[in-house]
Each structure stands twice: as C-alpha cells, then as structure tokens.
C-alpha cells in the first residue's frame, strides 16, 4: 500500500530565506506526483505536476524535483515571502490512479 | 474558464436531511473526483468519474450518492449522515485519467464545508 510521508511537518522561518520541503513515497510505481499548496479552510491549488519520466519542474520561485527510484521529491522556495505561509501537499498518483496525499508541512514565513 | 466551482460553501444539516452538494467545471475536463478533508488531514479519496462513468468507488457508506448528470457537472447527494461526516468536501477534475502527461494535473474547487447536527 502506497505510503506518503511529508517532512518537516511544520516550518517557520523568516521572509527572504530559502527553503526546501520533502515527501516520501514507499512504492515507486508512481505516475506522477503533485504539491499542491492549501490556505486554511480552502481548496488545494496545485503548484507543480511532475511525470514520472521527469526529473524536475520550474514555476517561478518553485523548484520540484523527483527521484523515483529513492521514493523521494523535494519542494524548493527561493526568496520565501509572508504570503507563502499556507500547507504545503505532496500527492503520488498511484497505479490505480488514485492520488494518495501526505499529511503536509505547514510553513509560516515570518516578516 | 479554468476553474472548478463548488456550492454551496458551507452546509448545515441534521442527521434526517437530504441535501446535495454540487460540483461544476468548464475546462472540458472527463475526470471528475469527490474527496473528503477532515480537519488537519490530507484529503482522502471518494469517488472517481471518468466519461461520466463511476470508475473508483472507495467503499464509501451509501449515505453518500454522487452522480454525473453530465460532463461539467458532479454531484454528490447526502442522505441520512452523521456528525462524524462533517468535513470539507472537495471536487477535482482532470483533462482524463491518463497513464501518463500533463492531463492527469487534478485542478481542486474551493470544496463545501459540512457541518451534520
């Protein structure tokens, strides 16, 4: 059964700091894998989408990368600002193409 | 139009009400999800529709019905529910359910938060 594990699960730090977010996963027969990012009480935007063929994704601030065979990707936030602060989601699409979610770490980006 | 809209927002109803939730998408998408967030977790899958087809049913209790009259639209009728199934209840969509490529980005709505009295 696919396993989703997300460290740290909360992080504090303050703004213009450089910051990195990780996800585990325990079966590597994946699809992709998403980070969404959620606002209390809000839906789920989703920040970066990477195929399992793909090493890394880019949008903006936002670095994802994945490697497949450790069962591993990390989020990466250069120049981190106030309004970054929400929880952070990383999801695995698995075989059955079921998106199976981490627990999320929860960022606060102090001014 | 690239967004997925939900109503309502928020939802109270006793344990002998029916009510539904409504779920709507405009992007041509033909994948269509329900999932269920209780506070402080991850979202949990419920169902998946593909071509209007229910194709995952993850053995969610029959007081909850979903129901894809067509290609945009999701519903998911309550009946009967109790205080342990308030949650916010989240739709999602994707362009299908792929092997593989960008098509399978799920894009969330802003979800319904339920309360059940």
């Known amino acids: 059964k696919q396993e989703v594990t997300q460290i740290p699960a909360a992080l504090s730090v303050p703004e213009g700091e450089n910051l990195v977010l990780n996800c585990s996963f325990t079966?590597?027969?994946?699809?992709?894998l998403q980070w969404f990012r959620q606002d209390p009480g809000k839906g789920l935007t989703s920040l970066l989408l990477?195929?399992?063929?793909?090493r890394e994704q880019t949008s903006g601030r936002l670095n994802a990368s994945l490697d497949k065979s450790s069962g591993r990707s990390t989020l990466y936030i250069a120049a981190s600002q106030p309004g970054d602060s929400a929880t952070y989601l990383c999801?695995?699409?698995?075989?059955?193409?079921?998106?199976?979610f981490g627990s999320g770490t929860r960022l606060l980006v102090r001014p | 139009d690239t967004e997925v809209t939900q109503t309502p927002k928020h939802l109270v109803m006793g344990m002998t009400n029916k009510k539904s939730l409504k779920c709507e998408q405009h992007?041509?998408?033909?994948?269509m999800y329900w999932y269920k967030q209780k506070a402080k977790k991850p979202p949990e899958l419920m169902f998946v529709?593909?071509?209007?087809?229910?194709?995952i049913n993850e053995s969610v209790p029959s007081r909850f019905s979903p129901e894809c009259p067509n290609s945009s639209l999701l519903n998911l009728h309550l009946h009967a529910l109790q205080p342990e199934d308030s949650a916010l209840y989240l739709c999602?969509?994707?362009?299908?359910?792929?092997?593989?490529?960008?098509?399978?980005?799920?894009?969330f709505g802003p979800g319904t938060r339920l309360t059940v009295l």
């Open positions: 999602a969509s994707s362009q299908r359910l792929l092997a593989g490529g960008p098509g399978n980005e799920q894009f």
């Open positions: 529709y593909s071509y209007e087809k229910l194709s």
């Open positions: 079966d590597s027969a994946i699809y992709n």
């Open positions: 992007m041509g998408h033909r994948a």
């Open positions: 990477i195929q399992s063929s793909q």
């Open positions: 999801a695995v699409m698995d075989s059955s193409y079921k998106l199976i």
